[in-house]
């Protein structure tokens, strides 16, 4: 199985992705910190202070004008409420939402991207997995050896979890990397804010606890890398299943950008909330951001993804052992 393993991990460094995915990473990440450093000007030209507390005062005062607004969508104006009450709370308990730093560009970096840049990365590395074995016409040749077609395929499945587990460290060691260059390297141990939940238009403060930063990037990480591997198992199912990566990759990109869309419009469709793409977006549970659909919780949507991972699981094993290959 080792040896399987390697040569899976020698064909996907032959194709030198990782390598263009750590570029597309690398440069994203240095527009999103010169975007940053702007805003961080054009605030600080515009409040003429540095000064945390008088900026979210300011932002409160910006969403309460906003809540104002007749032409805004009641969905809009329930995520626009928890939004100042979060703001209000930051600001009577003392603790800055956005201590400057490259731990906290990493924190917003990884937030943005889960549900939709992260998972195109993996995806690019996972749809081709299978079926570029039927393109080039290797996969006669794969089948041939003396290796269960089991084996074959769970040594291409490891190797997937390996590039999914890389991909996510690239991001995270980049963002810092560069982003550091800019706001500095400080700020693991600022205080962060965990355990808000939101119920209709009310925020609920009860079970909101203090940790430290990196704690609480430990466990975004954590989700991030859970939504990665789930991505990049149904695209790899996609893989088994269809013989065309052009096909595959198609679907899956579909889908994602459907669910970003869905998750801005699915409030009243209750029987969305089993669509796969519309949990992704797990790390916004732990900062108090209302579910897409009222009644959603972090353990749902855990639970939710667990069953797609395990589905796509299951019938990519059972379709590669059992197909006749021709």
């Given amino acids: 199985m080792t040896k399987l393993i390697h040569n899976e991990m020698l064909k996907l460094l032959a194709k030198k992705r990782l390598l263009v995915i750590a570029a597309i990473i690398a440069v994203l990440v240095a527009l999103f910190t010169y975007a940053q450093l702007r805003q961080v000007e054009t605030q600080r030209e515009r409040m003429g202070t540095t000064d945390w507390k008088t900026i979210l005062q300011q932002q409160i005062i910006d969403t309460q004008n906003r809540l104002s607004s007749s032409r805004i969508s009641e969905e809009w104006k329930k995520q ?30 990884i937030e943005n991207s889960i549900d939709l840049f992260l998972p195109l990365m993996v995806m690019v590395i996972a749809s081709d997995l299978v079926s570029s074995e039927h393109s080039q016409g290797t996969i006669k040749l794969l089948l041939t050896r ?53 119920t209709g238009s009310t925020l609920d403060t009860s079970g909101v606890k203090l940790v430290d930063q990196w704690q609480y990037l430990l466990m975004e990480f954590g989700l991030v890398w859970f939504v990665a591997i789930v991505v990049g198992t149904l695209s790899f199912m996609l893989s088994v299943l269809i013989r065309s990566t052009a096909a595959g990759m198609g679907i899956m990109l579909a889908a994602l950008i459907s669910g970003a869309i ?33 009644g959603m919780t972090l353990s749902f949507s855990l639970a939710v993804l667990l069953a797609w991972w395990a589905a796509g699981l299951f019938i990519s094993f059972y379709v590669f052992i059992n197909r006749d290959v021709y």
């Fill in 146 to 198: 003396p290796i269960k077609r089991w084996r074959v395929l769970l040594s291409k499945y490891i190797s997937l979890c390996l590039s999914v587990s890389v991909i996510v460290a690239i991001m995270g060691i980049l963002s810092y990397l560069i982003s550091g260059l800019v706001f500095g390297y400080k700020g693991w141990g600022a205080p962060i804010l965990t355990g808000f939940s939101a």
């Fill in 80 to 109: 626009l409420q928890i939004s100042l009450q979060q703001q209000q709370y930051y600001l009577d308990h003392n603790i800055n939402p956005s201590e400057p730093g490259a731990p906290t560009f990493m924190r917003m970096f």
């Fill in 262 to 294: 869905l998750s801005n419009m699915v409030s009243s469709w209750e029987s969305a909330k089993y669509l796969f793409m519309v949990n992704l977006r797990l790390t916004d549970y732990m900062n108090g951001t209302a579910p897409p659909i009222e």
